[in-house]
Structures are given as C-alpha cells and as structure tokens.
C-alpha cells in the first residue's frame, strides 16, 4: 500500500512547489518514491500474474516516473509534479502501444489502460480491427464487470468528422473517431491508502486485460 506520509508529501509540494522548499525536504522525497517503487514492484508482481508480456521481476525503477517537470516549453513554470505516475509493460514506462497507468495523487488517483494517443499506424490499425472484427470489439467493451468497474470507454479525444476511408454512417463510427482508446477509473484516497491496494488495482487491471489484448492484436 502507499503509505499516508507519501500523500502528505505531495500534499505539501502543491502547497509549497518551488526549488528551495524541496531541497529542504529531499529526504522527504526520497522516501516517498521509495514507498511507490515499493507499491509499483508489488503492482508489477501481481498484472504479471495474468499479462505475461510483463515480466514478474521488471524492475520498478523503469515504471515509475520522475516528480521532475519539463517546463521548457510549458508556459506552466513549476518545477513538480503533484502526484507519482506509474506505468506499467513490457517495457516500463516509455512503452510503445498499449499499457496500463496508475495515477497517484491526493483527492485525484487513478488507474488506466490501453492506448494514449497512438502513432497514425498504429492509430489506423486500431480502426480497421474495430472495423473487421466489430463482435469482438463489442464482446470486450460491452462487458458488463468492465462496465460496472470502469464506466463506458473514453471518447473525450475523438475527431469531429470521421476518418478517412469510412463512410459517415459507419455503425461504429463513434468509436473509429477516437484518437485515444482507453478505460479509466478513479480511485479514492482510501483504496490507494489500504493496505490490499496493490492487490486491489492488480485485480481491477485484470478486468482490462482482454481489451488490452484486442489493441495488441490490432498492431501486431
């Protein structure tokens, strides 16, 4: 689980989000990257249970992000971050394709998984599969454990017209207009605090799994 003096530290970076407050408290930090590359090894040991694309001992040093913002071409000029990232395959956290992500931050957590923002191959890939194999695509999303943990799939970044090479009445053009497929769930304070949270998340990843495979398959 992550431990409450972690939270009390990115608490205490959004209060206070300048370079001379955190060299005071780099100890601070330093402890609690600790705690999620502790959290992150035990996530890794459990998604590995069910997704063998990532491996049981990948080392969480490669999954969990930096508190380090990039502001060069940010007009948002603080220098951290206010929460730890976390993403998960085969690869760490610099995948290409589809991986999972967990989002930890007081009053804001997450879990994700599945594709941001693919490359145009990849992204066109995706929507032929949906095109050609539209009873798996529905087999997979339609779930209703999926439903009733993760809500319906994201359609927030979609285009407005439909792409190229589908006609506009295209039975599944909702989703060929997609630009990112993802599931997403929120998660409280609480279920990241208690002590089965890596258990808990391993076990939502899970129920995300088959689409996971569906986008694989789909850029293979």
Known sequence: MIQQSTFNFLKSVAENNNREWFKDHKQEHDAAREDVLQFAKDLIRGVSTFDSTVPEDLDPKTCVMRIYRDVRFSLDKLPYKTNFGIGISALGKNFPGPGYYLHIQPGASFIAGGSWYPEANELKAIRQEID?????????????????????????????????????DHPEMEYLKLK??????????????????????????AKIFPFMVFLRKAIS
């Open 180 to 205: 990112s497929f993802i599931f997403t769930k929120p998660l409280t304070d609480k279920e990241i605090l208690k002590p089965s949270s890596p258990k808990d998340i391993a076990e939502l990843v």
């Open 132 to 168: 050609y194999n539209t009873a798996d695509w529905h087999h997979i999303i339609d779930q209703k454990d999926l439903i009733k943990s993760f809500g319906e799939l994201g359609t927030e970044h979609k285009l407005k017209t439909s792409p190229k090479g589908y006609p506009k």
